[in-house]
């Protein structure tokens, strides 16, 4: 692929990213917090993903698991953004595939997912401070 393939699949990354986002300030105005942490965890994926394009040419992997994407992309991160990837990759899973019990579900009230929503937030911004020019 030339160049500017690998950049329009880049830019295809990051609109994709944005879209997430704007969903998931959306859900949350709505007060479906769950499935807002959903799509904020989409946000940094495909985020992460244009990352891992932009440095590496090739595809990024189809995996969901943000702390390997990361990884993946060579990022050197902090103990404290590794586990906010981990973190957020349980969102993933746990609004996905809720318990029987909607643990995940009740303990998304709008005081702690919008907290998330700002640390997923402030990542993408430190993301785009040191990769995309």
């Not at 990884?71 to 902090?78: P, S």
Request: aromatic share 12%; net charge neutral.
């Amino acid at each position: 692929m030339t160049n500017t393939d690998w950049e329009k699949i880049v830019q295809f990354w990051l609109d994709e990213a944005g879209e997430a986002l704007r969903v998931a300030d959306h859900l949350f105005e709505k007060g479906d917090y769950s499935y807002s942490l959903f799509f904020g965890h989409l946000g940094i994926e495909k985020f992460l993903k244009a990352v891992y394009v932009s440095k590496k040419r090739k595809h990024a992997p189809p995996v969901h698991n943000l702390e390997r994407l990361a990884v993946e992309a060579a990022l050197e991160m902090t103990v404290q953004k590794r586990d906010l990837l981990i973190r957020v990759t349980a969102y993933n899973i746990e609004a996905r595939y809720p318990d029987i019990h909607r643990s995940f579900r009740e303990k998304c009230t709008a005081d702690f997912t919008g907290r998330e929503l700002n640390e997923i937030k402030e990542f993408i911004q430190w993301l785009q401070s040191i990769t995309i020019h």
